[in-house]
């Protein structure tokens, strides 16, 4: 009876779906049941959160999955307050609002990578100069030596599911290949050393080393391939009923991009939850701080607290006790903010000092620069999530 019951709490989270759906269908914007809904919902989600089924999905990302509902519905009923268009009949105000909580993307502009890739033929590589970021290549049409526009590369319906049916076969492998084979650690593999190795690299052991490097490949490989299945199978089932292909771009970017920690979250990580995080960031920065817009110190402000939203889901979304989850899970995102103004800092000061500020395409700099920072974000997963998880697995386990 017990298993049954904890299988049904999933239950109020397809209810949560259904309210939201009719707070944003068919309450006004600035209606006070808006909220009243969102606390609802918010009890659905709780209640769910921890059930059978949505733990059963691998790399935690179906307790995230539910938590992160919590943010999305704030966002659009009380955030950005949506509504449906004017004059809309209750047909149309139910399908537009039923859009709106199975979105491909769940708010995220098509402007945002990762997208759709594009190709233009008499685009040809120009130079390569420092933005914001790194590195950003520019191109420049061969004929008339001006930017040309550039064509998504959006594949036919067939092509479309039969690539998506082979992403979701290979991805839900090779979750089932690690599920099926974890890798034999002894408690005391991790509570004999301390959380972090910054300190004692002469002293770390092949296995130690070894064992850090097994868990930041777990971490980020099955929540990529379970997120990545999902989104493969729910784009076939929406193309399959008539949706188009161009509405469900790749859910990851490139890997390619991913050459600081800033450009791995923004150009190769998914987005789902981007906007809800980031709204309320923003929020918080500007309506209950009145701190101004497009200030430096406001948008450093707005990583920050996206990440420590982040952290917040994850403990509530996670299976560690939280006393030690709310530490742990503090800890690693705010350290993800930290690099990040790091990182802008040292690529502002090499900018300002260094008089070649512009490489070609085909400069050997660019890859040694590239190389530099492939290991350097591979080097900072490595700590900072071995960190977290040895740090939480000591919490939990005092007296081992």
Known sequence: MASSMTVDSILPFFGAHVL???????????????????????????????????????????????????????????????????????????????????????????????SWPKRNKDAVPSVVTHGQDILVVKSVDKNTNETPSLTSLVPSRQAFLLKRTWDLIWTVSIVWLLKSNKLLILPDDITSVPDGFLHRLDDITPREAFIRIYFTFLGWVLPYCTLRAGHSLTGCLSVLCGDSPERWPPLFGNIGEAYTVRRFYAYFWHHLMRKAFTSHAVFIVNRVLHLPRNNPASRYLIIVLTFLISAGLHVAAG??????????????????????????????????????????????????WHLLGYSWVAFFHVWSISKFIFGSFSCAHPDL
């Open 20 to 114: 939201l759906a009719i707070g944003l269908g068919f309450t006004q914007p600035s209606s006070m049941v808006r909220p009243l809904i969102l606390l609802v919902i918010v009890a659905c989600c709780l209640t769910s959160v921890r059930s059978t089924i949505s733990k059963s999905i691998p790399g935690e990302v179906g307790g995230e999955y539910v938590i992160g509902f919590i943010f999305h519905a704030s966002h659009f009923l009380c955030l950005a307050k949506l509504s449906p268009p004017l004059k809309s009949t209750g047909r149309e105000r139910w399908t537009w609002s039923t859009n709106q909580l199975f979105e491909a993307r769940w708010g995220i502009s098509p402007k945002i990578l990762p």
């Open 319 to 368: 299976i560690a006790p939280v006393r030690c989850a709310i530490y742990a899970q503090t800890r690693y995102y705010f350290s993800i903010a930290a690099v990040i103004m790091l990182e802008d800092a040292v690529l502002w000061l090499y900018r300002s000092r260094s008089a070649d500020s512009v490489l070609r395409a085909d400069d050997p700099r660019r890859t040694l």
